[in-house]
């Protein structure tokens, strides 16, 4: 499978700080390339376990006794170490979104480049789909979508216009949706208003604001104390909750305070946030709005 070149590399596996006899996870595997990096930098009794919930990752899985490929979706990150034996690790790397790989492939339906069915699941085992989304979903629930994941101010008159289009005819494909959707696509900035829209979308089928609250957490319990978080995010949702649970241990409100009222935080910011340079999105476009925040878990001590 063509996966094109990761998002910050070396800044994101730096990241981890990686010990060579260390146990690490990679919970967005794609096309192996962070996977490769950790690889080369743990020793031979080093573990790596990744995840990939999507099935055309399993093609890339890498020939090495280190490594162990789980085809899950990494909300069950806990779960399935703990199948294999593994209670903590020293430290977790999170590519978020969609791969490149997905978005180059027209028939997932995730990129406005291409006329393709609605679908947009990253796992082709998931019963939700774009299909149900639009053409099921009530319109309290499209514009709830439309609104929070896709921070369109205008989402009640889009979840109206859908719902009136489709008593006509179910919508089917992308290109259908498009054209239902054309009065709210103004020239000047349609491209980007659309890509809000599928994000919106693809946020819903695939429940990625929920999945990754649950990993976050998760990753809180099995890290070991000083063990590494890094993670990768490519819009300002994903961002905002990484950002609040590395710097509070929660999603909202202030963090618990001490017996002497101090903050209790149980992880403390590595480095300041890293953003790709010029020549990274020459490279690769998708680097532009990549968000890279790395974590460190307190000793409790």
């Known amino acids: 499978m063509e996966y094109h070149n990761p998002v910050l590399l070396h800044a994101s596996v730096d990241g981890l700080n990686i010990k060579p006899d260390g146990i690490y996870v990679d919970v967005t595997f794609g096309g192996g390339g962070h996977s490769k990096e950790i690889l080369n930098r743990l020793g031979p009794d080093g573990k790596l376990f990744a995840f990939d919930q999507d099935e055309d990752a399993l093609a890339n899985a890498l020939s090495d006794e280190r490594f162990t490929l789980i085809n899950e979706n990494f909300r069950f990150i806990k779960r399935f170490l703990r199948f294999y034996g593994i209670k903590s690790v020293d430290g977790i790397l999170a ?8 978005f180059d492939v027209a028939e997932r339906g995730f990129s406005t480049r291409f006329d393709a069915e609605l679908d947009m699941r ?5 019963d939700l789909n774009a299909y149900r989304v639009v053409n099921e979903y009530d319109e309290a629930n ?9 921070e369109l101010k205008n989402a009640p008159a889009i979840a109206r216009v859908i719902l009136e ?12 949706l498009k054209v239902v959707l054309g009065r709210f696509l103004p020239a000047h900035k349609s491209h980007k208003i659309l890509a809000q829209m599928y994000q919106a979308i693809r946020i819903e089928v695939n429940q990625e604001m929920d999945v990754l609250k649950e990993f976050l957490e998760q990753s809180l319990e099995i890290l070991n104390p000083n063990g590494r978080l890094s993670v990768i995010s490519y819009h300002s949702l994903e961002d905002r909750l990484v950002k609040r649970f590395v710097k509070n241990g929660q ?21 300041k946030l890293i953003v790709p340079n010029a020549d990274e999105i020459k490279i690769n476009n998708r680097a ?5 925040r790395i974590a460190e878990k307190k000793d409790a001590k």
Request: aromatic share 12%; proline share 5%; charged share 30%.
């Open 95 to 102: 590519d978020l979104g969609v791969s490149s790989h997905q």
């Open 122 to 126: 990253m796992s082709q085992k998931n």
């Open 142 to 150: 499209l514009k709830r979508v439309f609104l929070d994941y896709g």
């Open 165 to 176: 289009a489709r008593e006509k005819e179910p919508i089917k494909n992308t290109e259908q």
């Open 251 to 271: 999603f909202e409100g202030e963090p618990e305070r001490d017996f002497f009222g101090n903050f209790s935080v149980p992880f403390q910011t590595i480095g």
């Open 288 to 292: 532009r709005s990549a968000k890279l």
